[in-house]
């Protein structure tokens, strides 16, 4: 089973506030990293083919794309490759989050 990570700043409350990270500073962010596209459906092929609408980012890695997906103030990720901790990690530090399991 795959292992899910988010990055957030749901941990960093002010004033009893939760602070997010907003889909503008993702798309800001993310279009300084040349290994990152963005993309509004993301499609999963195997044995039926499906896909998914919402904000996506595609870090190529290699032979592999992985998606880091945007959701309701979060970054979500796959932890399936061992190459998204690191990765993660350096996102989360630039967007000013933490990350945790979920």
Same mark, same amino acid.
């Given at each position: 089973?795959?292992?899910?990570?988010?990055?957030?700043?749901?941990? +960093? +409350? +002010? @004033?009893? !506030?939760?602070? &997010?990270? $907003?889909?503008?500073?993702?798309? +800001?962010?993310? $279009?300084?990293? $040349? @290994?990152?596209?963005?993309?509004?459906?993301?499609?999963?092929?195997?044995?039926?083919?499906?896909?998914?609408? =919402? @904000?996506?980012?595609?870090?190529?890695?290699?032979? #592999?794309? !992985? *998606?880091?997906?945007?959701?309701?103030?979060?970054?979500? #990720?796959? =932890? &399936?490759?061992?190459?998204?901790? *690191?990765?993660?990690?350096?996102?989360?530090?630039?967007?000013?989050?933490?990350?945790?399991? =979920?």
């Amino acid at each position: 089973m795959s292992q899910r990570y988010r990055i957030t700043r749901a941990l +960093q +409350q +002010q @004033d009893g !506030i939760e602070s &997010t990270i $907003s889909l503008e500073a993702c798309k +800001q962010y993310f $279009s300084t990293q $040349s @290994d990152f596209t963005y993309t509004s459906v993301f499609t999963v092929t195997g044995a039926t083919t499906m896909s998914i609408e =919402g @904000d996506f980012f595609m870090w190529s890695y290699g032979e #592999v794309t !992985i *998606p880091f997906r945007h959701y309701q103030g979060d970054i979500y #990720v796959s =932890g &399936t490759n061992e190459a998204v901790i *690191p990765r993660m990690l350096e996102v989360a530090s630039a967007l000013g989050a933490d990350v945790a399991e =979920g």
